[in-house]
């Protein structure tokens, strides 16, 4: 039997509820989010004053964690943004309480991402060298260069997934501005714009939420590709590949979909959202992930089944490192925690839960941060030229980095939570509440 | 002199049939606005609202991209590189701005025309905005003060309750 619709009045309450106030748990944990994040902060200080050469980045490895962490919080960026607008231009119904959820982990994971170019400048006050604008000898940004790709396609993508978060929160902002007080007020009355709730501006919503899904979704490929390219773009071993773009959009729909369902699994444990995030929605999302899962293996192996076939000795070099030699049990730590695990605990319709969906997701984030660095780091180790081979390890800077902008990532989430309602008020359709 | 009267309705359908009878009577859509906490999805006919928001976000979509081939090939030839005479602006590597240009032109286009069409920073104060309780659907009639007492009838027989002027 269907469980009974829940009243609009009580979805409002129950939605709002965690607005209000905060715990002593919740402020402790913001405290200690931001203090490492703070911590990165100092880091990354420490390199500006000292210079780049702090960092573990020297010959031949010039890019380390930060161009990992760059792809993969650009990666991770995918969860919203297309997982949203693909759930959005199919109409399926049961996307609405995880949109507005996912379209946040888009644009902080972009925000965040979006810094690693700056980080690894190395000059980073230098930065503006990037931007259009002619200087002393008229020399203009090489538009033909992947790196201007980067910025055109980033700007483009956190401009479109910011308004693409905004344009569904209006209706909300504007119910909230009529029971909020002080800042609150403020703050939802400029974000309402004097939403009414008419008929003309619901359409308009409805029709702009319809063109941005499909452009965003055209932008969200883009992307990633546009990433893949940085590498693919390059004649090194192991990146030159016509599949890098198709392989990374998918990589990174599968790392999207891993930070959703863990983002959204903590959402409903601490918000006590359990009537609103319920097991169908988290089923849905792991039969997604599932099929990531395997269109992923499919692409690992292709990419490597060509390689090993060619036997081209350059691309055999990091091939073997990579399968065999020194960066092995990173390689088959990633397979097991992206194929095996999440294939037993998914596949596997008894063991399939809200608690192993998480389990397999963190162990797929852990695995596609795995997959960015192996992507990386083995093929720059070992150039064509074999006597100028060299070997990375990270300094402290960057691990502080790294782990500092997981926890601005998960501090910026909590304050949103505690902003806006996490799950879209009125997009919440009690009388069409799904059957568990 | 015209004034505004309202009616909130409890289902859709007792709404459509208001509608419906005001439209016969002569009152166009711009005289008919529904307030709603959801969007309230009407059938064919009875309060159709056209959009150009689709040609709009093309439109944008083409004149971005022409500002910015523009634009790069303005900079390209903007340093006077001697290449003997060989061509310097290169449309494919540049594809990719290209591409991202046209989008963010569709995404500011579909932004800005969505504002522009919902009539939210363009709409008149002194017209009264009634206020909406979950579940109910209210509808704003704009109509000749002479007008009053045949319209909130009409509201009432479409099974409007509330039926009153806006202040």
């Given amino acids: 039997m269907a469980p009974a619709p829940i009243p609009y009045h009580q979805v409002r309450d129950d939605l709002w509820r965690p607005l209000k106030g905060a715990s002593k748990r919740y402020t402790l944990t913001l405290a200690l989010l931001s203090a490492v994040a703070l911590w990165g902060l100092i880091a990354w200080g420490y390199q500006i004053r000292v210079g780049i050469g702090v960092a573990g980045i020297r010959r031949p490895v010039f890019w380390g964690f930060y161009l990992v962490d760059f792809v993969f919080w650009i990666g991770i960026s995918h969860a919203g943004t297309l997982i949203s607008a693909i759930l959005r231009l199919t109409d399926a119904d049961w996307r609405k309480p995880v949109t507005r959820a996912a379209e946040a ?3 902080f994971a972009l925000m965040i991402g979006g810094l690693f170019p700056l980080i690894h400048l ?10 259009p604008y002619p200087n002393s000898r008229l020399l203009w940004p090489n538009f033909r260069s992947p790196l201007m790709w980067d910025v055109t396609a980033i700007s483009t993508y956190l401009t479109g997934s910011v308004i693409f978060l905004y344009l569904p929160l209006i209706p909300d902002v504007a119910q909230l501005a009529e029971h909020a007080r002080g800042w609150r007020l403020r703050l939802y009355k400029v974000l309402a714009l004097g939403w009414t709730g008419s008929d003309r501006e619901w359409h308009a919503l409805e029709r702009a ?18 990433v893949a390219w940085d590498f693919a773009m390059a004649i090194a071993p192991m990146w030159h590949s016509t599949i890098f773009a198709p392989y990374f959009v998918v990589g990174a729909i599968f790392s999207g979909l891993a930070g959703l369902i863990v983002a959204l699994t903590i959402v409903r444990k601490t918000m006590r959202l359990e009537s609103y995030l ?10 997604l992930l599932l099929l990531m899962s395997l269109l992923w293996l499919y692409f690992t192996f292709a990419e490597h089944l060509t390689v090993w076939y060619g036997n081209e000795p350059k691309e055999m070099s990091v091939f073997g490192a990579r399968v065999s030699g020194r960066f092995s049990p990173e390689f088959w730590a990633m397979v097991v925690v992206n194929f095996v695990v999440p294939f037993v605990l998914l596949g596997i319709r008894r063991l399939r839960s809200i608690r192993t969906a998480a389990i397999a997701s963190i162990g797929v984030l852990a695995g596609m941060w795995l997959e960015r660095y192996l992507i990386i780091v083995p093929t720059l180790s070992m150039p064509r030229l074999s006597a100028a081979w060299g070997r990375y390890s990270p300094s402290w800077v960057e691990i502080s980095i790294t782990l500092a902008t997981f926890a601005a990532m998960a501090a910026l989430y909590l304050v949103f939570a505690k902003i806006f309602p996490i799950v879209s008020v009125w997009e919440f359709e009690p009388h069409t509440q799904e059957e568990e | 002199m ?3 009267l309202a009616g909130t309705f409890r289902t859709k359908e007792a709404a459509v049939q208001a509608i419906r009878e005001l439209r016969a009577s002569g009152y166009g859509p711009g005289d008919l606005t529904v307030f709603s906490d959801e969007p309230a999805e009407f059938p064919r006919g009875v309060l159709d609202r056209p959009s150009h928001m689709s040609l709009a976000v093309v439109l944008g979509a083409v004149v971005f991209f022409v500002l910015v081939v523009a634009f790069v090939y303005f900079t390209q030839y903007n340093y006077k590189l001697v290449t003997g005479g060989m061509p310097i602006f290169s449309f494919w590597p540049a594809g990719v701005v290209f591409f991202e240009m046209t989008m963010l032109g569709a995404i500011l286009m579909a932004f800005g025309w969505f504002i522009w069409e919902s009539g939210l920073l363009r709409r008149d104060k002194s017209v009264p905005v009634p206020a909406i309780e979950p579940e109910l659907i209210c509808l704003r009639v704009r109509c000749a003060a002479e007008q009053f007492e045949t319209i909130a009838a009409a509201l009432e027989n479409a099974g409007a309750r509330n039926v009153g002027k806006l202040a």
Avoid: C, D
């Avoid at chain 1, 190395?122 to 931007?131: A, H, N, Q």
């Avoid at chain 1, 939420?209 to 546009?226: C, D, Q, T």
């Fill in chain 1, 105 to 107: 982990i888009t644009v």
């Fill in chain 1, 122 to 131: 190395g000059r980073v006050w230098l930065f503006y060298w990037l931007f």
């Fill in chain 1, 209 to 226: 939420m319809k063109l941005m899904a499909g452009i965003i979704l055209a932008v969200a490929v883009s992307v990633h590709s546009v």
């Fill in chain 1, 278 to 287: 319920t097991p169908h929605h988290f089923g849905n999302l792991a039969k």
């Fill in chain 2, 2 to 4: 015209s004034l505004y």
